[in-house]
């Protein structure tokens, strides 16, 4: 656990630290050099991203450097996928054997439960 929240606050300072390095750049610099194609313009996408990377890469932290972390995701894959392959045969006969006849009248069934459409034209 302590080194996963070393690894996560180094993460979050390195990130975090370049906007407000760029706020005092926004103050400081003039505002002709703040336009399009200067340092300035591009330093800020990299901190944007900076601070995306930062979020999503926690997940990935927990699970390089928490060892309880990662045994309890993988309980929980393997209890998911084990759900996933459960055949179709236990559905039953009665929906996968239907007949023709008995789909016919569940079809006709569930158009007869459908709702009218009103002919009334409105004024």
Not at 18 to 27: D, G, H, T, V
Not at 42 to 67: E, G, M, P, R, W
Request: charge should be positive.
């Amino acid at each position: 656990m302590t080194k996963t929240l070393v690894v996560v606050v180094l993460m979050f300072i390195s990130c975090q630290l370049l906007n407000p390095i760029r706020r005092f750049m926004l103050a400081v610099l003039p505002a002709s050099s703040l336009g399009c194609g200067s340092f300035f313009f591009y330093y800020s996408y990299v901190t944007s991203v900076a601070l995306a990377v930062d979020v999503s890469s926690h997940f990935f932290i927990y699970s390089v450097c928490n060892k309880r972390f990662k045994e309890k995701l993988l309980q929980k894959w393997r209890r998911i996928v084990s759900r996933a392959s459960v055949s179709p045969a236990v559905a039953g006969p009665a929906v996968v054997g239907m007949t023709a006849t008995a789909s016919t009248r569940a079809h006709e069934t569930a158009e007869s439960l459908a709702p009218v459409r009103s002919t009334t034209t409105r004024m």
